[in-house]
T-cell receptor, first 115, second 113 residues
Framework: DAGITQSPRHKVTETGTPVTLRCHQT?????MYWYRQDPGHGLRLIHY???????DKGEVSDGYSVSRSKTEDFLLTLESATSSQTSVYFC??????????????FGPGTRLTVL | GDSVTQMEGPVTLSEEAFLTINCTYT??????LFWYVQYPGEGLQLLLK?????DKGSNKGFEATYRKETTSFHLEKGSVQVSDSAVYFC????????????FGAGTTVTVRA
């Protein structure tokens, strides 16, 4: 199994509070991704990174920011959490880009509830 | 934009039945195509992939063939087991946007003993 962990695994927070989710990998893979999973929507990309300090927006990036200061860590921050951000968040890593057939390895997920 | 459409579930089958999950895509150029599977309480994992037309991906008894003429990548298994109960996602990565995967909505499959 790819060495990828997410923390925390579960979190309950209140509307308006900041929240940071952490993804940590031990594989030294170049690419890292944050997705959210909601019923009926599959997985939607929030942000991704193609190297240290190199990040870009995905399809649902509003209300989220990311940082990657080290190869192994990719942080997702909700600046001011809203109830619409209640979801399961998955981190993924890959050595090669998916356009070149690269496999993405997924973490176990973080279940976030915003009250 | 680039997208995949997969059949809606849920799908319920008996053990040893034949499974097909349809997936069609819209993309410019020649995308890479993937099937991922999510078992209960876990993250997704790659089931199989194909990177060019007419390629067949296979794994764990599952198969899918990249059909450019019908823009399809249907997943099939000849004889399912209870352990195949999971959510299956079709995904695409277009050459023009290499970094990203676009996922379908997922199909929930339940296999009864």
């Amino acid at each position: 199994d790819a060495g990828i962990t997410q923390s925390p695994r579960h979190k309950v927070t209140e509307t308006g509070t900041p929240v940071t989710l952490r993804c940590h990998q031990t594989e030294n893979h170049r690419y890292m991704y944050w997705y959210r999973q909601d019923p009926g929507h599959g997985l939607r990309l929030i942000h991704y990174s193609y190297g240290v300090k190199d990040t870009d927006k995905g399809e649902v990036s509003d209300g989220y920011s990311v940082s990657r200061s080290k190869t192994e860590d990719f942080l997702l921050t909700l600046e001011s959490a809203t109830s619409s951000q209640t979801s399961v968040y998955f981190c993924a890593i890959s050595e090669d880009s998916p356009g070149q057939g690269g496999e993405q390895f997924f973490g176990p997920g973080t279940r976030l509830t915003v009250l | 934009g680039d997208s995949v459409t997969q059949m809606e579930g849920p799908v319920t089958l008996s053990e040893e039945a034949f499974l097909t999950i349809n997936c069609t895509y819209t993309a410019t150029g020649y995308p890479s195509l993937f099937w991922y599977v999510q078992y209960p309480g876990e993250g997704l994992q790659l089931l199989l992939k194909a990177t060019k037309a007419d390629d067949k991906g296979s794994n764990k008894g599952f198969e899918a063939t990249y059909r450019k003429e019908t823009t399809s990548f249907h997943l099939e298994k000849g004889s399912v087991q209870v352990s195949d109960s999971a959510v299956y996602f079709c995904a695409l990565s277009a050459r023009s946007n290499d970094y990203k995967l676009s996922f379908g909505a997922g199909t929930t499959v339940t296999v009864r003993a």
